[in-house]
């Protein structure tokens, strides 16, 4: 079992930033991998990126080039860089870890931005 805390999210311009971050409950070593979900009012869950335990990274379309995920294993957190946020960003995002067939999941974050 892990617990993820998700921080860092709130309000900000087009063209702005924001870093998110994710702190698990405990060693993360065992994880396969986590990564970030977002989840807009009336749709469904997407992922947005993720990095495995081997420090890879995967990236949806939409955010390619503008944001960049990683991870500390010593402080067993995650972050997620947000550069040149758009109006279409805007979502609740959620932290994710993967262990095998099992999945965590925080209670989210709201970013929101504005045009």
């Known amino acids: 079992q892990v617990q993820l805390v998700e921080s860092g999210g709130g309000l900000v311009q087009a063209g702005g930033s924001l870093r998110l971050s994710c702190a698990a409950s405990?060693?993360?070593?065992?994880?396969?991998?986590m990564g970030w979900y977002r989840q807009a009012p009336g749709e469904k869950r997407v992922l947005v990126a993720e990095?495995?335990?081997?420090?890879?990274?995967n990236y949806v379309d939409s955010v390619k080039g503008r944001f960049t995920i990683s991870r500390d294993n010593a402080e067993n957190t995650v972050y997620l860089q947000m550069n040149s946020l758009k109006p279409e960003d805007t979502a609740v995002y959620l932290c994710?870890?993967?262990?095998?067939?099992?999945?965590?999941w925080g209670l989210g974050t709201q970013v929101t931005v504005s045009s």
């Open positions: 994710n870890a993967r262990r095998g067939s099992l999945n965590y």
């Open positions: 405990r060693n993360i070593f065992d994880i396969n991998a």
């Open positions: 990095i495995t335990s081997g420090g890879s990274t």
